[in-house]
């Protein structure tokens, strides 16, 4: 059986086992220091053999440029830098993963919808990643702060140990809300600094007012709570993995129009996932292809939602997910609740929900692709994803009544472009 990181699988192992006992049994803080203090080696790790790899491709390029090889030692030297390139890139996947058990300590802490915010920067677009930590002048500091406070009986992660938060060098996890902070060992502040810190300042004032009259470029932002408790079929889910590591190939269908197929890579499966996609696809179904890479970003962590076990298989790629939504069963899901749906599927939305499709003032609403994704990342049920959106855009609906023509409150209008929207499956 050929492992993706075949020298990692046994740390990959620990890491799963550590965060899996910390979330059934939160108060083990114990365990929260030392899962932090494995991934901490772990990444630094990975960045001290990029170095050397950069290094040595340094030299390489430098020999190929001005040291004159000829034809077929240019050659060798040329494929000797490519194959360091996909070394590199091999292990800032691994990093990326030892980050996907950082990003589940704090899953277990706190609500995904609140940690997602930590992900962008003040325009809503990805903040950049985390630099190197091996190195970091405030890497001494950061650490005490995480002890202390572990210590003290808090729930703290390091920024840097996750993919998701990306903001300050610390996160406190034990309020109502994710607390970053920023730690700075001299008095004297850099613009960076001051921008970082404004930025901070205004997360913690949108998490405290739960909305802001302008939050990253848009005016009257408001956090609204779940209308109903969200339903997930994670048991579903790692029965079919089970299933899969022992027959090569499984699928379950945990509600009408939601599938799962798990498949064990090193088997020969492909006559049976043809047999299994022309039984259960059609021309309205979207096939999504999960993998543990940075699509999975800002969502739910795979490594909470499958047991220990399934997550390495699927971090070493032993088994392979894929997710079939039949579009045609979630619209019929929608107008049960007298909504309709387009299709966009457009790269930004995924749907475009409204009361009446004949006229759009009565309400309208686009769908995110990342919330659409909820539905395949997450294993959410999908009548509960089509009542949630459904109540919500009702409930949107009679606010809107309470406004008189002459308030001061903003009315938004629908683009124009969206009353000519067609469905991509449709189509």
């Not at 970082?196 to 205004?202: A, V």
Request: charged share 25%; with cysteine; hydrophobic share 35%.
């Amino acid at each position: 059986m050929r492992l993706r990181f075949p020298r990692q699988n046994e740390n990959l192992c620990k890491a799963a086992l550590l965060l899996t006992t910390i979330k059934n049994d939160p108060e083990r803080l114990d365990l929260l220091l030392e899962l932090q203090r494995f991934l901490l080696r772990r990444i630094m790790s990975c960045e001290k053999r990029i170095s050397r790899l950069q290094r040595g491709r340094g030299r390489i390029s430098q020999r190929v440029s001005k040291g004159r090889p000829d034809k077929a030692q240019s050659q060798r030297l040329k494929r000797l830098i490519s194959d360091i390139d996909d070394r590199v890139c091999d292990i800032r996947d691994l990093m990326f993963t030892w980050r996907c058990f950082g990003d589940g300590i704090a899953a277990i802490y706190q609500s995904k919808y609140a940690l997602k915010h930590l992900f962008y920067d003040e325009s809503y677009n990805i903040k950049q990643s985390a630099g190197n930590i091996s190195g970091k002048s405030g890497l001494r500091l950061e650490y005490k702060v995480l002890r202390r406070g572990i210590l003290s009986g808090i729930p703290v992660v390091l920024s840097d140990l996750t993919n998701i938060i990306r903001h300050g060098d610390t996160c406190f996890l034990d309020g109502e809300n994710p607390l970053s902070i920023e730690l700075k060992s001299s008095s004297k502040l850099s613009k960076r600094a001051r921008r970082q810190i404004e930025q901070l300042c205004e997360l913690s004032n949108f998490y405290v007012n739960d909305g802001a009259e302008e939050f990253r470029g848009n005016a009257n932002v408001q956090r609204e709570a779940l209308i109903s408790e969200e339903i997930n079929y994670l048991d579903e889910l790692n029965s079919c993995m089970d299933q899969a590591m022992h027959d090569g190939i499984a699928t379950i269908s945990p509600e009408i129009g939601v599938r799962y197929i798990a498949v064990r890579h090193d088997k020969p499966v492909e006559e049976k996932l043809c047999a299994f996609l022309d039984e259960f696809a059609s021309k309205t179904t979207h096939c999504i292809f999960l993998a543990p890479d940075e699509r999975w970003l800002p969502l739910y962590p795979f490594t909470l939602s499958m047991s220990p076990e399934n997550s390495i298989l699927f971090v070493q790629q032993i088994i392979g997910l894929m997710v079939l939504i039949d579009t045609s069963v979630l619209k019929s899901l929608f107008l049960e609740n007298g909504v309709h749906v387009i299709c966009l599927m457009d790269g930004m939305y995924s749907l475009q929900i409204c009361v009446d499709p004949e006229d759009l003032t009565k309400g309208v609403f686009r769908l995110s692709r990342q919330i659409y994704s909820r539905i395949a990342y997450e294993f959410q049920s999908l009548r509960w994803f089509a009542n949630e959106h459904s109540e919500l855009l009702q409930s949107t609906k009679l606010k809107y009544k309470e406004i008189a023509p002459s308030s001061e409150e903003i009315i938004s209008s629908h683009p124009p472009e969206w009353a000519q929207a067609t469905d991509c499956f449709e189509s």
